[in-house]
């Protein structure tokens, strides 16, 4: 799933994870475990939280890549988040939510997190527009593109039609 923050992509992961019958893996999640279990990356990551910065691509694959490698299908959302993180990886599916920056901006702003504000907001999406939009083009083969502006519903309604085809008999 790819989309910017607040985009969408764990209201839809989770949606189209059980349509499929499949784990909804977040990579968010998987740090966050990681920190509360107090293990070694988690400590880690915790370092770059603490300090405000995302943890850097190589400790997220040490994350997220032995908790997919057990996996036959899964929803990834939020990994990966850069080309570097990308190297290695096939998907049958890549499903890019497109969300304008005024949009999001509207949506981080009213779920009132203490870390939402203007000026964070802006920096979330200069970084989004720098380390992930290039995944658009990598991933462009295998890319589903939706209007990730509409409702939830009409969202998740367009991914089922697009994604769960049936498939010609063979």
Do not use: C, W
């Amino acid at each position: 799933m790819l989309a910017p923050p607040g985009g969408g992509k764990g209201t839809q992961g989770v949606r189209l994870a059980a349509e499929l019958g499949v784990p909804h893996i977040s990579s968010g999640d998987v740090l966050r475990a990681e920190v509360a279990e107090d293990s070694a990356l988690g400590r880690e990551v915790k370092a770059h939280m603490d300090a405000g910065r995302l943890a850097p691509d190589a400790l997220v694959t040490r994350a997220v890549l032995p908790v997919i490698s057990e996996l036959d299908g899964y929803i990834l959302d939020g990994y990966p988040r850069t080309l570097s993180q990308a190297s290695n990886l096939a998907f049958d599916a890549v499903v890019y939510l497109n969300v304008s920056d005024e949009e999001v901006s509207k949506r981080l702003l009213a779920r009132g997190r203490a870390d939402d504000k203007p000026d964070v907001i802006k920096e979330r999406l200069r970084e989004y527009d720098e380390d992930t939009e290039p995944l658009i083009d990598h991933y462009r083969d295998v890319l589903v593109e939706v209007d990730g502006e509409r409702d939830a519903d009409a969202i998740a309604a367009d991914l089922k039609t697009r994604l769960l085809r049936p498939r010609p008999p063979a």
